[in-house]
């Protein structure tokens, strides 16, 4: 008698502990109808709040859901990979636990991994009621990451997706200190199909991605698979050693014709800061991968757990 396939669904969790019942509800009546064995495994990235209480109280009275403890909160990112790791299942579905990925999608999801793909990612349309300001800063950080990285990443994909066992294997391997499964997923290549979605409504709580942490979100992304920002602090150095010198010419040819030298302490000082300002940016980005290389040269872990029952299920 052949077994059962698996499924496994990871879910990142920092203070949801007003969607975690709710989304173990919507999440069994959905895999219950499926002819799969199943697991759902919260990852609680360092709560503060009742998260993982909620989730041993479920846990306990609930075979199908697991939890793993974080030592601290190590970003969601490092808790994607967390559950990854140690996720059993034939594939692997991904997904935020604020319902605003919708569990009644994940039939969709497993219908394609059956017709032979070995990701299946999801793209948000637009949401209306998203203020315009979130928008604009989306639309453009896609915009701005593919034309500055070597990867491209399709407008409106999220973490929102379904990965064969062979793929989360592939995960498991790696080790570099600031994860963009977003980037790598695309990165690894493989067989891959793009379902649209509309997403749902927020259950509980606010969005934990402030624009502080978008930016950092972004500055990640790029530095993780391009070295071009290094390239174009050379071009425009180049560029502006070119400039300088043509204006050093010109005034030297003027000063010869008119026979004076020009004054203007305004131009000079605006001259200087702004050269000096550029020179930051410079530095500032070669500091970026210098301290990449730093932190990934002491092969620290990911992430760390404090405690997790899925041994004591399986």
Same mark, same amino acid.
């Given at each position: 008698?052949? &077994? ?6 990871? #879910? ?14 919507? &999440? ?13 495994? +919260? ?6 709040? $009742? ?83 979130? $928008? ?8 701005? #990451? ?5 990867? $491209? ?6 973490? +929102? ?33 793009? #379902? ?13 991605? @402030?624009?502080? $942490? ?8 790029? @530095? ?85 029952? &899925?041994?004591?299920?399986?």
């Amino acid at each position: 008698m052949t &077994l059962q396939k698996k499924i496994s669904v990871v #879910i990142p969790s920092f203070n949801e502990e007003g969607n975690i019942k709710i989304i173990v509800n919507a &999440l069994n009546d959905v895999l219950q109808k499926l002819n799969y064995r199943y697991e759902l495994i +919260f990852v609680d990235d360092g709560s503060s709040d $009742k998260t993982l209480r909620i989730l041993q109280e479920i846990s306990a009275n609930d075979s199908n859901v697991f939890y793993i403890e974080l030592s601290r909160n190590f970003g969601h990112q490092n808790a994607l990979k967390a559950g990854l790791d140690l996720a059993s299942g034939d594939c692997i579905i991904t997904m935020d636990g604020d319902m605003q990925h919708p569990p009644e999608m994940i039939p969709q999801l497993v219908e394609k991994w059956e017709e032979g793909f070995d990701i299946v990612y999801t793209r948000r349309l637009e949401d209306k009621n998203l203020p315009a300001f979130k $928008k604009i800063t989306s639309k453009y950080f896609y915009k701005f #990451i593919n034309s500055i990285s070597e990867i $491209k990443i399709e407008e409106g994909t999220a973490d +929102f997706r379904l990965m064969d066992k062979k793929v989360s294997t592939v995960f498991f391997a790696f080790s570099e200190n600031e994860l963009f499964i977003r980037g790598l997923v695309n990165w690894v290549g493989f067989k891959q199909f793009a #379902i649209d979605y509309k997403p749902a409504e927020r259950f509980s709580g606010n969005s934990k991605y @402030t624009v502080k $942490k978008m930016m950092q979100f972004a500055l990640k992304g790029i @530095t993780s698979f391009s070295i071009r920002p290094l390239y174009i602090s050379i071009f425009l150095g180049i560029s502006l050693f070119l400039l300088s010198l043509l204006l050093y010419i010109l005034y030297v040819f003027y000063s010869i014709y008119y026979g004076h030298v020009i004054s203007g302490w305004a131009s000079v000082i605006f001259t200087i800061v702004i050269f000096g300002g550029l020179n930051l940016i410079v530095l500032g980005i070669i500091g970026v991968y210098v301290g990449k290389l730093f932190m990934q040269s002491k092969q620290r872990p990911n992430y760390l757990i404090r405690d997790t029952n &899925l041994e004591d299920k399986k």
